[in-house]
């Protein structure tokens, strides 16, 4: 069965913190992404990419840095965590060349910045 | 850019009753068209999609939706829910290629008994 793993399902951080989302996929999937889901503001992309070292900004990628030094594995980076931050965070993927068919999503981290 | 808007944010149903959820996008392209379905303390998964072909496209537990180019619109459709139902449904897009899906804000079903 298919999966992608979220290393926490819950987080909690202070802010100015360094904080370090984890994402592994074992689907030998070549696209990743970093979605975050907030009430009322459905899924916004933060991240994505297509290949091991590639990285593209999504919609809202301030305050948020990518590595994907592994291709099963990318990680989202809050380099100095910020109350606006709080939010579940959401990682999926999907191989290339599907026309963006069928993601596969974590179950999803919820990060807490007091 | 491409665009969601789901019109309802909260849709309540009685059990064994029809919903429609319903979704607009915009696009100047030719575009992909996606429900995803999210479960309580579940990840998203993928519903229905259409990509070519026949307007009405049939998914997993009785959803279907129709494609409706005149109007953009990709309304999710189900004859009879049950409380099983109840999740939070997302329409997306996409533009041909491999581009990410662009997510709407979301409509939560609740299926009252």
């Known amino acids: 069965d298919v999966k992608v793993t979220q290393s926490s399902r819950y987080l909690v951080k202070r802010t100015g913190e360094k904080v370090f989302l984890e994402c592994v996929q074992d689907m030998d999937h070549e696209n990743m992404f970093w979605y975050r889901q907030d009430p009322g503001l459905g899924l916004r992309l933060i991240y994505f990419s297509y290949d091991v070292k590639m990285k593209e900004k999504g919609d809202i990628p301030e305050g948020y840095s990518v590595s994907r030094e592994k291709k099963e594995r990318f990680s989202l980076i809050l380099e100095s965590a910020s109350t606006n931050q709080t939010s579940m965070y959401l990682c999926?993927?999907?191989?290339?060349?599907?026309?963006?068919?069928?993601?596969?999503f974590g179950s999803g981290t919820q990060l807490s910045v007091l | 850019a491409q665009s969601v808007t789901q019109l309802d944010s909260q849709v309540p149903v009685f059990e064994e009753a029809p919903v429609e959820l319903r979704c607009n996008y915009s696009?100047?392209?030719?575009?992909?068209l996606f429900w995803y379905v999210q479960y309580p303390n579940q990840g998203l998964q993928l519903l229905l999609k259409y990509l070519s072909g026949s307007t009405l496209v049939k998914g997993i537990n009785g959803f279907e939706a129709e494609f409706n180019k005149s109007q953009t619109s990709f309304h999710l459709r189900k004859p009879s829910v049950h409380i099983s139902d109840t999740a939070e449904y997302f329409c997306a897009v996409s533009k041909a290629g491999n581009t990410p899906l662009v997510f709407g804000k979301g409509t939560r079903l609740s299926v009252i008994a």
């Open positions: 696009s100047s392209v030719s575009v992909y």
């Open positions: 999926a993927s999907n191989p290339t060349g599907t026309v963006n068919e069928k993601l596969f």
